[in-house]
């Protein structure tokens, strides 16, 4: 949706996309006409994958995101025996065309496929959304070992928010098959499957920041920002919160300083955002 | 697999097709707005998307051909898309491979000299792969290139085939492809009736080569209506809106 | 292949090439489904390693076996690579490294062998689940010039059926390899002869050429490559760059057909293959009389062309050259062959004897290698109906065996 529909709006977005987006963020507007504080709308679909243990495709505007959650048996670490492994892998497939941009496993402006990887598995593991001793089957010996991996299908801005979701419902939407030990081997017998117990579980927002001028004291935050504000906009501010409302994780990566005053607004409308999600992720679950 | 049966004393396959019958086949055309052509079909639990970039500029001088455009064809594979993790989802030898036959194929059916000195990417991703891998993506590519918009001599329509009992099988999945039977998989450009990709796995006998590529061809014409349809369909569509 | 390197032909070559084709001509004078001279020499010292030549393209093959772990998910299944690797002193537009050519050609090599069951992988299995044998087939690209990939499949094809693995007892759960001194190398169990034709097609499929030459390629815009083997069966087939209508497809097949046909009589001629015949090593020979039939019946070949080729100027060149070629894995190039005083091993006489008769070829009959030079010399240019005797023992002359069989002399 654009904003204004004359020729010559569509003429001058052709021609200068740069400026036209900086034109109407510091007139306070938004390309599709959506207010600074609003989310695009989310869309959640979960097991339509059959060929993995758990899958969730996650939609969001212009951004697309697939997760498949896939089981294996291996041994525990020594350090840890009682504790299984939760594997995260995100990559930007290459149908995004974004390895033009040189980083392997592709990426966009602020967030490279490695730093995806890192920042959503820490989060997944310091929400202690499933508990590792879950995935262990005989201590010592035999633990699940879950490869989650998320595949960007179509980026429209950074894509944190689409693949945090992505994870999450698609562990929740995971069955494991039962295993027994019989004599020193597993049996694993596919009939049964049982979903992962799982806690509170992680979800992301992402705000992107931008100055009018580096003088300006004020500073526009922008709600779930599309690929050409993000391009505009300098810094982004990522906060992560869990389902019942605390605050689990926040990144902020470049762009201006923020006041404590601006963070709490993003925390607020973070914890709003979560809100919303978990009626989305419960109304998918059913 | 002795006990698998894959054509039932009825004629009837595992999954109750008839040997000629292909699966459901559903597209979703221009999903993604930020390539210039791009395309979702599902053939049966076959799910491919396929985007197209172009015509843009090279990004190496050395792809610059004077004459024609340079097609730039990448296959790849989720990591979830089969039953067993597949490690590596892209630069394995036979993504390696599919790719490179794929812009083979696509060099012989896009009209490259009206594009010179430019280049086409095309990239494929198989989100979940019930069998027939290779010819879904070709279905998929070719809409996508219409949605991008660039000139070809015709649609690019295949299937796979093999040959169970004597009686040719056509639209295999999972199972019927590794199955004891031959494999051929052959793209055709529908109108003229010419093949554009042929690829025959396991050992097939001379004999029964002729029935099985007629078969094979006359599936590709199936195809070729489904995908006409869908084509325009999207096109009424997007007029409307 | 690299393509900022790759050697670029001028409008005037590529236009001459063209027409002639649509003549029906081709530039080295072949018709337009003739194969040019192929040649396969499998190595006499080393079992599994071949070379094979097709006009000017040089390609090697060496085969290695190794016992190792199979793979958990196919615990009764030997491992089998193919690994090609150019060489840059094959073509000025060569790489070191793989290349897309490379992985092309691995791939199709993996179909013809592992995908149509060729060679049985599990027959590669010692012990389920801990032993198995993988087979490495290194392919070396020494010449490039044309039609790569049929001589790649060649070479991989002889070098498996010329390869000899170590023999192997099994015992409940404990295998005992035996070293190549005490029990003789069994070969591999190769259930058919895959062999690849390569079909050339110019503009729009409307001219087709069989195994095209280097200046040939270059004009190409695609390829059709057809696996098969004698039992009429496709193992795998390849089309790419190209429309063809499908009974251009169903045709090129039946022409597939009578190439594969020509190609493994060659390959059976040079590989020492025959079909009535027991398997050599079942003989209980040493590897040293194999050695010894396969140079003659390489031999045997160079001087029925010899005879055909009338523009050679005398038989020392041709001799010479043979007796190089031998050489050449054993001893550095020499202009005359090195004299040595070594003996024939006793045991084996009596077998030369037996099989001197079957194969009609006696041996010399004089004291030293110059002298002996020129009696070959005068039997190949007279050219009478004498039975032309060459020095069998070729790399090892031996002045004791020699006086042995001037009795022999027809």
Same mark, same amino acid.
């Given at each position: 949706?654009?904003?204004?529909?004359?020729? =010559?709006?569509?003429?001058?977005?052709?021609?200068?996309?740069?400026?036209?987006?900086?034109?109407?963020?510091?007139?306070?507007?938004?390309?599709?006409?959506?207010?600074? *504080?609003?989310?695009?709308?989310?869309?959640?679909?979960?097991?339509?994958?059959?060929?993995?243990?758990?899958?969730?495709?996650?939609? @969001?505007?212009?951004?697309?995101?697939?997760?498949?959650?896939?089981?294996?048996?291996?041994?525990?670490?020594?350090?840890?025996?009682?504790?299984?492994?939760?594997?995260?892998?995100?990559?930007?497939?290459?149908?995004?065309?974004?390895?033009?941009?040189?980083?392997?496993?592709?990426?966009?402006?602020?967030?490279?496929?490695?730093?995806?990887?890192?920042?959503?598995?820490?989060?997944?593991?310091?929400?202690?959304?499933?508990?590792?001793?879950?995935?262990?089957?005989?201590?010592?010996?035999?633990?699940?070992?879950?490869?989650?991996?998320?595949?960007?299908?179509?980026?429209?801005?950074?894509?944190?928010?689409?693949?945090?979701?992505?994870?999450?419902?698609?562990?929740? !939407?995971?069955?494991?098959?039962?295993?027994?030990?019989?004599?020193?081997?597993?049996?694993?017998?596919?009939?049964?499957? *049982?979903?992962?117990?799982?806690?509170?579980?992680?979800?992301?927002?992402?705000?992107?920041?931008?100055?009018?001028?580096?003088?300006?004291?004020?500073?526009?935050?922008?709600?779930?920002?599309?690929?050409?504000?993000?391009?505009?906009?300098?810094?982004?501010?990522? @906060?992560?919160?869990?389902?019942?409302?605390?605050?689990?994780?926040?990144?902020?990566?470049?762009?201006?300083?923020?006041?404590?005053?601006?963070?709490?607004?993003?925390?607020?409308?973070?914890?709003?955002?979560? #809100?919303?999600?978990?009626?989305?992720?419960?109304?998918?679950?059913? | 697999?002795?006990? +698998?049966?894959?054509?039932?004393?009825?004629?009837?396959?595992?999954?109750?097709?008839?040997?000629? &019958?292909?699966?459901?086949?559903?597209?979703?055309?221009?999903?993604?707005?930020?390539?210039?052509?791009?395309?979702?079909?599902?053939?049966?639990?076959?799910?491919?998307?396929?985007?197209?970039?172009?015509?843009?500029?090279?990004?190496?001088?050395?792809?610059?051909?004077?004459?024609?455009?340079?097609?730039?064809?990448?296959?790849?594979?989720?990591?979830?898309?089969?039953?067993?993790?597949?490690?590596?989802?892209?630069?394995?030898?036979?993504?390696?491979?599919?790719?490179?036959?794929?812009?083979?194929?696509?060099?012989?059916?896009?009209?490259?000299?009206?594009?010179?000195?430019?280049?086409?990417?095309? +990239?494929?991703?198989?989100?979940?792969?019930?069998?027939?891998?290779?010819?879904?993506?070709?279905?998929?590519?070719? =809409?996508?290139?219409?949605?991008?918009?660039?000139?070809?001599?015709?649609?690019?329509?295949?299937?796979?085939?093999?040959?169970? !009992?004597?009686?040719?099988?056509?639209?295999?999945?999972?199972?019927?492809?590794?199955?004891?039977?031959?494999?051929?998989?052959?793209?055709?450009?529908?109108?003229?009736?010419?093949?554009?990709?042929?690829?025959?796995?396991?050992?097939?006998?001379?004999?029964?080569?002729?029935?099985?590529?007629? &078969?094979?061809?006359?599936?590709?014409?199936?195809?070729?209506? @489904?995908?006409?349809?869908?084509?325009?369909?999207?096109?009424?569509?997007?007029?409307?809106? | 292949?690299?393509?900022?390197?790759?050697?670029? @032909?001028?409008?005037?070559?590529?236009?001459? #090439?063209?027409?002639?084709?649509? &003549?029906?001509?081709?530039?080295?004078?072949?018709?337009?489904?003739?194969?040019?001279?192929?040649?396969?020499?499998?190595?006499?010292? #080393?079992?599994?390693?071949?070379?094979?030549?097709?006009?000017?393209?040089?390609?090697?093959?060496?085969?290695?076996?190794?016992?190792?772990?199979?793979?958990?998910?196919?615990?009764?299944?030997?491992?089998?690579?193919?690994?090609?690797?150019?060489?840059?002193?094959?073509?000025?537009?060569?790489?070191?490294?793989?290349?897309?050519?490379?992985?092309?050609?691995?791939?199709?090599?993996?179909?013809?062998?592992?995908?149509?069951?060729?060679?049985?992988?599990?027959?590669?299995?010692?012990?389920?689940?801990?032993?198995?044998?993988?087979?490495?087939?290194?392919?070396?690209?020494?010449?490039?010039?044309?039609?790569?990939?049929?001589?790649?499949? =060649?070479?991989?094809?002889?070098?498996?059926?010329?390869?000899?693995?170590?023999?192997?007892?099994?015992?409940?759960?404990?295998?005992?390899?035996?070293?190549?001194?005490?029990?003789?190398?069994?070969?591999?169990?190769?259930?058919?002869?895959?062999?690849?034709?390569?079909?050339?097609?110019?503009?729009?499929?409307?001219?087709?050429?069989?195994?095209?030459?280097?200046?040939?390629?270059?004009?190409?815009?695609?390829?059709?490559?057809?696996?098969?083997?004698?039992?009429?069966?496709?193992?795998?087939?390849?089309?790419?760059?190209?429309?063809?209508?499908?009974?251009?497809?169903?045709?090129?097949?039946?022409?597939?057909?009578?190439?594969?046909?020509?190609?493994?009589?060659?390959?059976?001629?040079?590989?020492?293959?025959?079909?009535?015949?027991?398997?050599?090593?079942?003989?209980?020979?040493?590897?040293? #009389?194999?050695?010894?039939?396969?140079?003659?019946?390489?031999?045997?070949?160079?001087?029925?062309?010899?005879?055909?080729?009338?523009?050679?100027?005398?038989?020392?060149?041709?001799?010479?050259?043979?007796?190089?070629?031998?050489?050449?894995?054993?001893?550095?190039?020499?202009?005359?062959?090195?004299?040595?005083?070594?003996?024939?091993?006793?045991?084996?006489?009596?077998?030369?004897?037996?099989?001197?008769?079957?194969? &009609?070829?006696?041996?010399?009959?004089?004291?030293?290698?110059?002298?002996?030079?020129?009696?070959?010399?005068?039997?190949?240019?007279?050219?009478?109906?004498?039975?032309?005797?060459? *020095?069998?023992?070729?790399?090892?002359?031996?002045?004791?065996?020699?006086?042995?069989?001037?009795?022999?002399?027809?």
């Amino acid at each position: 949706m654009v904003l204004s529909q004359t020729k =010559m709006d569509l003429d001058f977005r052709l021609l200068f996309p740069e400026e036209f987006i900086k034109q109407i963020l510091d007139e306070g507007y938004r390309e599709d006409g959506r207010s600074h *504080n609003q989310t695009r709308s989310t869309t959640l679909t979960v097991g339509s994958f059959k060929s993995a243990d758990g899958s969730a495709v996650v939609r @969001i505007g212009g951004t697309c995101v697939a997760c498949g959650v896939k089981g294996e048996l291996a041994n525990p670490r020594a350090i840890s025996p009682k504790d299984g492994f939760i594997v995260l892998n995100v990559e930007y497939s290459l149908v995004t065309g974004s390895e033009k941009l040189g980083a392997i496993g592709g990426g966009e402006k602020f967030f490279s496929s490695q730093s995806l990887t890192q920042i959503i598995q820490d989060i997944i593991h310091s929400s202690k959304f499933i508990n590792l001793e879950h995935l262990c089957i005989e201590e010592g010996k035999i633990c699940w070992s879950l490869n989650v991996d998320v595949v960007v299908l179509s980026c429209d801005g950074p894509v944190i928010d689409a693949c945090v979701l992505a994870a999450v419902s698609a562990l929740k !939407n995971a069955t494991l098959p039962s295993v027994e030990i019989e004599s020193e081997k597993p049996l694993v017998s596919m009939a049964t499957r *049982n979903h992962l117990k799982t806690g509170q579980y992680p979800l992301m927002t992402s705000f992107a920041i931008h100055k009018k001028e580096v003088s300006d004291t004020n500073i526009g935050v922008l709600v779930d920002p599309t690929d050409d504000e993000a391009q505009y906009c300098t810094g982004i501010v990522c @906060i992560a919160v869990t389902n019942d409302q605390k605050l689990t994780g926040l990144y902020k990566y470049g762009g201006p300083a923020m006041t404590s005053d601006d963070i709490q607004k993003c925390i607020r409308k973070a914890k709003k955002q979560a #809100t919303i999600l978990v009626k989305l992720i419960d109304n998918t679950m059913k | 697999m002795a006990d +698998f049966e894959y054509l039932s004393p009825e004629g009837l396959r595992s999954d109750g097709r008839r040997p000629q &019958e292909l699966r459901v086949l559903s597209c979703n055309i221009s999903h993604c707005l930020q390539a210039d052509g791009s395309a979702y079909l599902q053939q049966g639990n076959t799910r491919v998307i396929a985007t197209v970039y172009g015509p843009h500029d090279v990004s190496r001088r050395s792809e610059a051909q004077h004459d024609k455009a340079f097609i730039n064809c990448q296959f790849s594979m989720a990591t979830f898309s089969t039953s067993e993790r597949k490690k590596r989802p892209t630069g394995d030898k036979s993504c390696l491979e599919t790719s490179l036959a794929l812009k083979k194929t696509f060099e012989a059916a896009i009209l490259t000299d009206t594009y010179p000195h430019s280049k086409i990417d095309i +990239f494929v991703q198989i989100l979940q792969s019930d069998g027939s891998d290779k010819a879904v993506s070709i279905n998929a590519i070719t =809409m996508a290139l219409i949605d991008a918009g660039i000139p070809m001599k015709d649609y690019v329509c295949a299937t796979s085939v093999t040959l169970i !009992n004597d009686t040719p099988i056509v639209d295999l999945n999972y199972f019927e492809e590794r199955g004891p039977g031959p494999e051929l998989i052959v793209g055709t450009l529908p109108k003229s009736g010419k093949i554009v990709f042929l690829q025959v796995n396991s050992r097939l006998h001379i004999d029964n080569m002729e029935k099985v590529l007629k &078969e094979g061809m006359n599936g590709n014409q199936r195809v070729h209506t @489904i995908l006409d349809t869908l084509i325009k369909k999207h096109l009424e569509k997007s007029i409307l809106t | 292949m690299n393509r900022s390197r790759a050697s670029a @032909i001028s409008n005037c070559e590529k236009e001459f #090439t063209l027409e002639a084709i649509q &003549e029906r001509k081709r530039l080295d004078g072949r018709s337009v489904y003739d194969y040019r001279q192929v040649f396969i020499k499998p190595s006499p010292v #080393t079992h599994g390693n071949v070379l094979v030549t097709i006009g000017e393209t040089r390609v090697q093959a060496c085969v290695g076996c190794e016992v190792v772990v199979p793979r958990p998910q196919r615990p009764t299944d030997g491992l089998l690579y193919f690994n090609v690797l150019p060489s840059p002193m094959a073509a000025p537009n060569y790489d070191i490294g793989k290349s897309s050519l490379t992985m092309r050609v691995e791939r199709l090599l993996d179909r013809c062998f592992k995908e149509s069951r060729s060679l049985d992988t599990e027959s590669l299995c010692i012990i389920a689940g801990q032993k198995v044998w993988s087979i490495r087939v290194d392919i070396h690209i020494l010449n490039d010039s044309g039609n790569i990939t049929d001589c790649c499949v =060649m070479a991989s094809f002889c070098a498996l059926k010329h390869c000899r693995r170590p023999y192997v007892t099994v015992s409940g759960e404990h295998a005992t390899i035996h070293p190549v001194s005490e029990r003789e190398p069994v070969p591999l169990n190769i259930h058919h002869t895959p062999i690849c034709i390569t079909f050339g097609f110019l503009s729009e499929g409307n001219y087709l050429l069989v195994d095209p030459s280097i200046e040939e390629e270059k004009v190409l815009t695609g390829h059709l490559y057809i696996v098969m083997n004698i039992h009429r069966e496709i193992c795998t087939m390849q089309l790419e760059g190209v429309a063809l209508q499908h009974e251009e497809v169903v045709k090129c097949t039946k022409i597939a057909m009578t190439k594969v046909n020509e190609l493994n009589k060659s390959i059976n001629k040079y590989m020492g293959i025959r079909t009535n015949a027991k398997n050599m090593d079942e003989d209980g020979q040493s590897i040293l #009389t194999n050695v010894l039939k396969e140079t003659t019946l390489q031999i045997d070949n160079i001087q029925t062309a010899a005879n055909v080729q009338e523009d050679r100027k005398n038989g020392k060149d041709i001799i010479q050259e043979v007796q190089e070629d031998v050489y050449e894995i054993m001893y550095p190039m020499e202009e005359e062959p090195p004299v040595t005083e070594e003996e024939e091993p006793p045991k084996t006489k009596p077998r030369d004897k037996d099989t001197d008769e079957e194969e &009609e070829v006696t041996v010399t009959l004089t004291k030293d290698d110059i002298t002996g030079l020129t009696s070959i010399e005068t039997g190949l240019t007279s050219n009478t109906g004498e039975q032309t005797s060459v *020095n069998r023992n070729s790399n090892k002359e031996t002045s004791g065996t020699r006086g042995r069989k001037r009795r022999k002399r027809k």
